[in-house]
C-alpha cells in the first residue's frame, strides 16, 4: 500500500486516548503522562517499527520515541515484508512493534523470517503486534509466530511504551480482550486444529477473502483496504488457486464452511 492512500489522521492513532484500552489490567509499572515508560531511570530499549502507514509510524514514533523521556530509541522503520526483515537483521533490536497486515505475507511472515533471531540466547529479538485488528486469527497467528504480544492500535502512548518494556523482560502482553482468544486458542482441549488450507494464504488475501465472501465488489474491497483494484484483482487470483477454487461463488462456499464471514 503506498503513503498516498493513506486515509487522514492515522497518525494520531497511538496517542493518550480517553478510554482506550491498555495492554492489560493492573499493567505492572505503567507510568504517568510524565513518565510514560514507568521504567528504572536511564533504561532504554531499541525499537523498529513496522508497519505499511507511513503516517502511523510518524505518529508512533512521535508518541514513544523521545527517547529522553519515555527511554525508547527507534533504531529503524519498514512497510513492507522484506524492509522488515533487512532492517531488523541490520539493527538487532530489543523489541519489534510489528504490523499484521503487511504487503508481502503479513506479519506472519517476518516472524517465520526472523525466528533465528528470536531464539537468539545472547541477543534475542522480541516482537510485540500493534494492529488494527483485533480478529480471534490474526491474534493467534502472530502468536503462533512467536510474538510475545498483542496489542490493538486504541491503545495509549503511556500504555504502549510500557508494553514495549514488559516485552524487553520477556513478559507476555495483550490487550485484556485478546488474552481471551489465547487463552482458549492454547489451553482449551478442544480447540480447533490448524487449517492448513488457510494457512496458506497470507494475512491480506485473508483480508480479501472475507470482503468477497460477505458480497463486496472489487472497487469496494480496494477502498476499504488502501489498494488498488487492480491489487484485489491479484489476492482473488491467489487465494483461487492456492485453495483450488474455479470462482467466487466456491471461494464464498468455502469461507462460510469455515466461519469466516
Not at 9 to 25: D, L, Q, S, W
Not at 149 to 154: A, I, M, S
Amino acid at each position: 500500500m503506498s503513503d498516498a492512500n493513506e486515509p487522514a489522521g492515522t497518525a494520531g492513532a497511538v496517542g493518550p486516548k480517553a478510554g482506550a484500552a491498555g495492554p492489560g489490567a493492573g499493567a505492572a509499572g505503567a507510568g504517568s503522562a510524565e513518565d510514560p515508560a514507568g521504567s528504572a531511570p536511564g533504561r532504554r530499549v531499541r525499537v523498529v517499527l513496522v508497519d505499511d502507514h507511513r503516517m502511523f509510524r510518524t505518529g508512533v514514533q512521535a508518541e514513544i520515541g523521545q527517547t529522553e523521556r519515555t527511554g525508547v530509541e527507534v533504531v529503524g522503520e519498514a512497510a513492507d515484508v522484506d524492509q522488515a526483515v533487512t532492517v531488523i537483521t541490520a539493527t538487532r533490536p530489543e523489541v519489534v512493534l510489528l504490523d499484521v497486515h503487511l504487503p508481502g505475507g503479513g506479519g506472519v511472515e517476518v516472524l517465520r523470517r526472523c525466528s533465528p533471531l528470536m531464539a537468539d540466547p545472547e541477543q534475542p529479538v522480541r516482537f510485540l503486534a500493534l494492529s488494527v485488528s483485533d480478529a480471534a486469527e490474526d491474534v493467534i497467528g502472530v502468536i503462533r509466530g512467536g510474538a510475545r504480544g498483542y496489542v490493538t492500535k486504541t491503545i495509549t502512548g503511556t500504555d504502549l511504551v510500557d508494553s514495549v518494556f514488559r516485552v524487553q523482560d520477556g513478559d507476555a502482553v495483550f490487550s485484556p480482550r485478546l488474552a481471551g482468544f489465547v487463552l482458549d486458542a492454547f489451553a482449551s482441549t478442544d480447540a480447533p486444529p490448524v487449517d492448513e488450507d488457510l494457512d496458506r494464504l497470507t494475512q491480506r488475501e485473508r483480508e480479501v477473502l472475507r470482503l468477497i465472501a460477505r458480497g463486496y465488489a472489487y472497487k469496494e474491497i480496494a477502498k476499504q483496504l488502501f489498494i488498488s483494484v487492480k491489487t484485489v484483482e491479484s489476492h482473488v487470483s491467489a487465494v483461487l488457486r492456492k485453495l483450488q477454487l474455479s470462482n467466487r461463488h466456491e471461494l464464498t462456499r468455502w469461507a462460510t464452511a469455515r466461519r469466516l464471514v
